[in-house]
C-alpha cells in the first residue's frame, strides 16, 4: 500500500499519522508520538541558553539544534522502516508549518523573549523538514493556519466533508484522537491525494 505521513510538531516531540488507501478508502496505518530530544533542556534550548554569557549560549543553542535535527532524522528513518517492513511505500510527508522566522542571529533571537518562543517553535518543524529530505520523501509542508483552507482546495471537499473524513478516521482507531492527530491526518490526506498529481 501506498502511505503518507502527516507530522505536528511541538517543542521536544511530534504526533505522527500513516495514512494509506485500501479499496478507495483512507485508512490510519499507525499513528504515535515521536520524541525529538533525549534532554528536557533541549525542548527549548534558547531558555537554557537565555542567561549564559554569548559563547556559552551560542554552544547551548547550537547542540541543541543539532540534536534535534539528529533526533528528527533518527525517528524519520525509524518511521520509513516501520513501514517498509508493512511492505507500504512511503510516497510523501505533510509537515505542518508556521510562518518563516526572519533570519535572526542567536544574539538576536536571545534578546527577546518573544523571538525565544519563535525560534523554538520553528525549530523542530525544520527538524523534521530536514530530516523528510534526508530520507528522501517528498515534502508538502502546508501553514497550519492554512491547513482546512488547503485541504478544502487540494482534496476538492467542503469542511464538513474534510471534518466527516477525519473524524470516521478516528472512530476506526479510537482514542486519542485529539487535534494533534486530526491535524496530522488532514495533512497526510492532503500529502498522499497529491501523489498522483
Keep these: 500500500m501506498k502511505v503518507a505521513f502527516g507530522m505536528k510538531a511541538h517543542s521536544g516531540w511530534a504526533a505522527l ?17 515521536l520524541e525529538l530530544v533525549e534532554d528536557g533542556w533541549a525542548k527549548q534550548p534558547y531558555h537554557a541558553a537565555e542567561d549564559l554569557k554569548p559563547d556559552a549560549a551560542r554552544d547551548v543553542v547550537n547542540r541543541g539544534v543539532e540534536a534535534a535535527h539528529q533526533i528528527a532524522l533518527r525517528e524519520m528513518r525509524a518511521a520509513v522502516k516501520r ?56 515534502l508538502v509542508a502546508i501553514p497550519e493556519k492554512l491547513l482546512t483552507k488547503h485541504a478544502e482546495t487540494a482534496l476538492g471537499t467542503p469542511v464538513s466533508g474534510l471534518a466527516k473524513k477525519v473524524a470516521t ?29
Design 17 to 33: 499519522v500513516v495514512l494509506g488507501e485500501r479499496d478507495s478508502d483512507f485508512v490510519v496505518v499507525d499513528r504515535r508520538r
Design 83 to 138: 513501514e517498509r517492513q508493512r511492505e507500504h511505500e512511503v510516497t510523501a510527508c505533510a509537515v505542518l508549518v508556521a510562518n518563516p522566522m526572519p533570519d535572526w542571529s542567536i544574539e538576536e533571537i536571545l534578546a527577546v523573549h518573544f523571538r525565544m518562543h519563535k525560534a523554538e517553535g520553528v525549530l523542530f518543524r525544520d527538524a523534521l523538514i530536514r530530516a523528510t529530505k534526508a530520507c528522501g520523501l517528498r
Design 169 to 197: 478516521l478516528g472512530k476506526a482507531v479510537g482514542a486519542p484522537w485529539g487535534k494533534d492527530q486530526k491535524d496530522a491526518a488532514l495533512a497526510a490526506l492532503v500529502a498522499l491525494q497529491g501523489r498522483s498529481k
